[in-house]
C-alpha cells in the first residue's frame, strides 16, 4: 500500500487590519473635531439672539421704579436725547439731572440695530461713568 497522502490543504488566508485601522482612526479624528468645534459653538458669528416675550406682565418692582430716561442713538451715531441731538456733555448734564431726582432711575438706550457694538459700548460706558449703574437695551418685542 504505497498510497502517498500529501497535504493539499488551501493556504490560510489572513485578515489584514491595516486599512480597518485607518479608517477607524479617520472617524475618531472626525468625531474628536466636531465634539470640540460643538463645545465652542458660543463663539459662533451666526448666533440667533433670543427675542423678548410679547406681553411680559410687569413685577412689583417694576411699578414702583420711577419713569426711565429714554436716551437713543440714530444709524449716523448722534446722541438723541427727547428726539433731539445732544452732544456729549448735554447728556452727560442731563444724566446728572436725572439721577440726582431719581436716585433709583433707570436709564433706557434704544438703538438702531445696524450701530456697531463699538458706539454702543461707548454710551454705555459714559452712562456708566456718570453714575447709571442701571442701564436697560431697549428691543422690539416679536
Known amino acids: 500500500m504505497g498510497y502517498n497522502r500529501q497535504n493539499h490543504q488551501a493556504p490560510m488566508t489572513e485578515v489584514n487590519l491595516i486599512p480597518m485601522m ?8 472626525f468625531f474628536i473635531i466636531i465634539s470640540m468645534t460643538l463645545s465652542t459653538g458660543q463663539n ?6 433670543p427675542r423678548t416675550d410679547k406681553g411680559a406682565k410687569p413685577s412689583a418692582q417694576d411699578a414702583k421704579a420711577p419713569d426711565p430716561l429714554m436716551v437713543g442713538m440714530n444709524k449716523q451715531g448722534q446722541i438723541m436725547l427727547k428726539n433731539k441731538p445732544v452732544e456729549s456733555s448735554q447728556l452727560e448734564a442731563e444724566l446728572q439731572a436725572y439721577f440726582k431726582k431719581s436716585p433709583e432711575g433707570v436709564v433706557v438706550l434704544q438703538a438702531d440695530k445696524t450701530l456697531p457694538y463699538e458706539k454702543l459700548a461707548k454710551v454705555l460706558g459714559q452712562i456708566r461713568d456718570i453714575g447709571g449703574d442701571r442701564v436697560a437695551l431697549a428691543v422690539d418685542a416679536q
Request: proline letters at 0%; zero cysteines; a negative charge.
Open 22 to 29: 485607518d479608517v477607524l482612526m479617520v472617524v475618531l479624528t
Open 44 to 49: 459662533v458669528v451666526g448666533v440667533n439672539l
